[in-house]
């Protein structure tokens, strides 16, 4: 029962980060908009859907609350500064939906408030990603690092790694869905961003083997890892392969498989803990009563439901979009 | 008191959940109309219904993101400021949370997609059981939020091992009988919201003589609604009384102000509580009208504050005047709901400018009426967070610092200032702009003939359903 919640906790969080992740990344690249007219366009092919993709990240939350009580209070007050720099950076994206439709003069406000809170958003995910990889102090059970511990040349590489990373799904996501400006604007930045995420990629492996990050073991004690980085680079290839014969239907298919691979070698590197080398999945999860019955209505009924409707909203709105959707 | 950690973080979740409680009341009140518009569009087909419609979607719209945004630091709040009690009660907590986020927030989020943009993809009859999805979503999570926070009120079905709340019987926990006298409290709150907003929108175009048909319809559907309502409201309110009067009687005599056990008890009807010489000044009080409203009998006796330690006592003043100014609105409510009623039966509402006045200020009030009632709980649930077993001193985050709390509260005061007032603007340009803006190609019914372009100035108001 633990290990299955743990495996639901993964499924939300890697949901979360596919879905959330482009169109926080579309918010990123919003920024670049030229014209008022191509952000409106930028915005509209994602609008139906940044909602429910934002649920994920209250899922997750909500999961490990329920399932896994000690992780979620200990992650939560430990990144108090970070997590609530993101919900305060998602506040100001999420109202911009509705403002920035409505505002006259102070419509620039809204869509900087849109762009900048994707970006800090986006870059307290990373941080927050990048400290838990190099470890959380705890002692006796508890956090007892300081306010700031989160801190570190390593994780705000993350930060900027994640943002790199997000906005190519974004970029993936908008070719061929919106317009014809927009789709050039994308085709031509993705290799950009796969060169930088590649880039990134290389200096984060470097440091962690430079400073002997404790995950680092864990490569030579499970060679079977490499497998999940060799799935990446068959993602990056079809990548290429897409946005050189401008097949937009592969592109984000092929994105979101490097993001999957990338998790899955987070996730499996850390198995079987939850904050790493610290607190394991038996040690965090909740009693079996709980467990049951999170198992009985959302394990069973509810978490299969919703992923079904989720696939069906993405149904309706699925293909390109002229001009938003909003002229009926 | 000095400022500390646990004093800000205090402050900090009551001003976030004050200001999230005010959309998610607003919106089930308005998912439930839309649903009823709907509906009867689909029946009738009749196209008043669909610009009203349309018009309140835009204002459940942008009511709906602020409440998704401030829900989702709620969501969040419980482990970054309070971790202990997440920790010790999140065997309990936690899954009901869980529950609220798969079945209310993830159900809403999804439909809402296609209620404001899905109109023209998918059929009418998936368009309303999209409409009946987001309604059914905001109220099971006023559901599980209950069931959430009544536990905290009147913990049931659990154990306590090394320290924590081991859930035993969530039969017990859903079926508390406390959960199902305060879920239909909260949820007729959000009707009645939703009925006065709309009845004031009514009144507002009334006044401007615009609007003819939609205002009428908005205007008896509300005031009908609310004349029903606020009785039941009231009868779920003295309930409520009845189960803190049993289970929290600290909360209780703090209500009353009542610091020594009285035999018979007095109604203290006003007062200026003293926590520090227990006892109140200026004190206006009814005998025996204590005894009546506490357990309806004429002779009963009543406990004190007194009765309890100075540490495990609630502030007196916050739950004493919070709850009269609940009790006040809800009259004021009920008065306004039967009168207007009255005048729409015998049709001289559209006469009586006074009375069309005061529906249109009555607006606030049943958001006023709302926030005063979940402080009464809330402030009279102190000095514990879990009933009489975790206080909460003890459930604050161990780690916070005041300067880190007080930043986080400073942003969050100066964010929820920034979206709240341009919301609330947003949703007035709405409304002035009313059902025109929205649908402005309005259809020709012969109920409303567009013989004055498309501003609606038309005072006529002759034979309009229902």
């Known amino acids: 029962m633990n290990t299955l919640w743990a495996c639901a906790v993964a499924l939300s969080t890697c949901l979360y980060v596919l879905l959330d992740g482009f169109d926080l990344g579309v918010g990123m690249l919003s920024a670049f908009a030229a014209t008022d007219e191509v952000r409106r366009d930028m915005m509209a092919a994602i609008s139906p859907v940044w909602d429910g993709n934002e649920t994920w990240l209250v899922v997750t939350g909500t999961i490990l609350f329920g399932a896994f009580p000690l992780v979620y209070s200990t992650l939560l007050s430990a990144f108090y500064l970070p997590i609530i720099g993101m919900i305060i950076a998602l506040i100001f994206r999420g109202v911009a939906f509705e403002f920035r439709e409505k505002s006259t003069w102070s419509r620039p406000f809204w869509d900087r408030g849109f762009s900048f809170g994707s970006l800090l958003a986006t870059f307290s995910q990373g941080v927050v990603i990048g400290a838990v990889i190099r470890g959380v102090p705890m002692t006796a059970g508890h956090f007892s690092g300081s306010m700031f511990f989160w801190w570190s040349g390593f994780s705000v590489l993350c930060g900027f790694g994640l943002c790199i990373g997000y906005t190519l799904l974004g970029a993936c996501w908008l070719a061929g869905k919106v317009s014809v400006k927009v789709d050039v604007t994308a085709f031509r930045c993705i290799p950009w961003l796969m060169l930088a995420v590649s880039g990134f990629i290389a200096t984060a492996f470097a440091i962690s083997v430079y400073t002997h990050l404790q995950v680092m073991d864990r490569w030579s004690t499970r060679p079977y890892l490499a497998v999940f980085p060799l799935i990446a680079l068959i993602g990056l290839a079809c990548l290429l392969h897409g946005v050189h014969k401008r097949v937009s239907r592969l592109l984000f298919r092929a994105a979101s498989l490097v993001f999957v691979a990338a998790f899955a070698t987070l996730a499996a590197s850390f198995w079987p803990y939850m904050i790493p080398f610290a607190v394991t999945i038996d040690a965090a999860a909740a009693p079996p009563s709980s467990l049951r019955f999170l198992f009985w209505g959302i394990g069973v009924f509810v978490f299969p439901l919703t992923l079904v409707y989720t696939g069906v909203v993405y149904r309706i709105f699925r293909g390109p979009v002229q001009g938003g959707y909003r002229d009926h | ?466």
């Open chain 2, 1 to 466: 008191m000095g400022m500390t950690a646990l004093m800000l973080s205090r402050l900090q979740f009551a001003f976030t959940v004050s200001f999230h409680i005010i959309f998610p009341s607003f919106t089930i009140g308005v998912a439930a109309w839309l649903m009823l518009l709907e509906t009867l569009h689909v029946i009738t087909k009749h196209h008043v219904y669909r610009r009203l419609f349309d018009f309140w979607l835009k204002i459940f719209g942008i009511a709906f993101g602020l409440g998704v945004v401030s829900g989702i630091v709620m969501a969040f709040e419980f482990g970054t400021n309070w971790s202990r009690l997440s920790e010790v009660s999140g065997p309990i907590q936690g899954p009901l949370l869980s529950y609220e986020s798969f079945t209310a927030f993830a159900l809403e989020a999804a439909f809402f997609g296609v209620l404001m943009f899905g109109r023209t993809r998918v059929k009418p009859v998936s368009y309303l059981a999209s409409v009946f999805m987001v309604a059914l979503g905001t109220t099971l999570s006023s559901f599980w939020i209950m069931v959430n926070n009544s536990w905290m009120q009147a913990p049931v079905g659990f154990v306590v091992e090394n320290g924590k709340f081991i859930p035993t019987s969530w039969t017990h926990i859903i079926f508390n009988p406390v959960v199902w006298v305060r879920f239909p409290h909260m949820v007729l709150a959000a009707y009645l919201t939703g009925a006065f907003c709309v009845a004031a929108t009514g009144a507002w175009y009334r006044l401007q003589t615009r609007y003819a048909a939609e205002s009428r319809v908005m205007l008896r559907m509300g005031l009908f609604l609310a004349a029903i309502l606020v009785p039941l409201q009231i009868l779920f309110g003295h309930l409520n009384g009845d189960y803190v009067h049993q289970l929290q009687p600290a909360k209780f005599a703090a209500i009353e102000a009542r610091w020594h056990d009285e035999q018979p008890a007095a109604e203290v009807l006003f007062a200026w509580p003293d926590d520090r010489r227990e006892t109140n000044h200026d004190e206006i009080k009814i005998p025996y009208l204590g005894s009546l409203v506490a357990s309806t009998r004429f002779n009963s006796r009543e406990v004190g504050l007194t009765d309890f330690s100075r540490a495990d006592r609630p502030p007196v003043a916050i739950p004493f005047f919070a709850f009269r100014a609940m009790v006040a609105f809800g009259l004021v409510m009920l008065a306004l709901a039967w009168l207007g009623t009255w005048c729409a039966l015998r049709e001289t509402l559209d006469g009586s400018r006074r009375l069309l006045r005061a529906i249109f200020f009555s607006y606030p009030l049943p958001f006023l009426a709302t926030l005063a009632g979940w402080f009464t709980a809330e402030v009279g649930r102190q000095p514990w967070t879990v009933y009489g077993l975790l206080r909460t001193a003890d459930s604050v985050s161990p780690n916070l610092t005041v300067s880190a709390t007080l930043t986080t509260l400073i942003v969050y005061g100066v964010t929820y200032m920034a979206i709240f007032s341009f919301g609330t603007l947003c949703i007035y340009r709405v409304m002035r702009r009313g059902p025109d803006a929205v649908s402005p190609t309005a259809v020709e019914t012969p109920l409303r003939p567009m013989t004055l372009g498309n501003r609606g100035k038309d005072a006529s108001n002759e034979g309009v359903a229902p």
